[in-house]
């Protein structure tokens, strides 16, 4: 299975990834069904796509690979954190984090309007309009054009 993580690259970019020696928690995922993604079926040695979002060039920044799979995200405990959440205890905690390591960095961002000049990525989960999940399924298919376009 193959994923497309969100991010803000003020936050945890392609970069940070690859300046982890050991990978990054995946942390901050606070939308129920992004969640369910990392909980129920997000597994070890799953490849991810990373989409800078929210800065001057969104796309496809790179590719990680899962090499922890679900555990307690640990931000919900600490109090300071954006995604602290008071109701989250060590016998209860809602939110799961996951973590990456590098794999790649691609040469150019892959935009969005890229993307979408490729017929065979129309159905791809990212473009479709309005949604907003930060974790979401990428098909073989999809996966195998996407890496396509970066080595173009």
Not at 73 to 99: I, L, T
Not at 122 to 131: D, E, H, R, T, V
Request: positive net charge.
């Amino acid at each position: 299975m193959a994923w497309l993580f969100k991010t803000e690259p003020n936050e945890c970019s392609i970069d940070d990834i690859a300046a982890a020696r050991d990978g990054v928690i995946w942390e901050g995922v606070r939308n129920y069904q992004a969640r369910n993604y990392l909980r129920d079926q997000v597994k070890t040695g799953d490849l991810v796509l990373i989409h800078h979002s929210s800065c001057k060039h969104i796309g496809l920044a790179g590719l990680a690979k899962v090499v922890v799979p679900a555990f307690a995200d640990p931000s919900q405990f600490q109090p300071r954190s954006p995604y602290y959440d008071a109701k989250a205890s060590a016998d209860r905690w809602p939110w799961v984090a996951v973590q990456v390591q590098f794999v790649e960095k691609f040469r150019k961002i892959i935009t969005m309007d890229e993307l979408r000049t490729q017929p065979a990525l129309a159905q791809m989960q990212l473009l479709k309009k309005g949604n907003r999940l930060s974790v979401m399924p990428v098909t073989k298919e999809e996966m195998e054009l996407v890496l396509f376009l970066t080595s173009a």
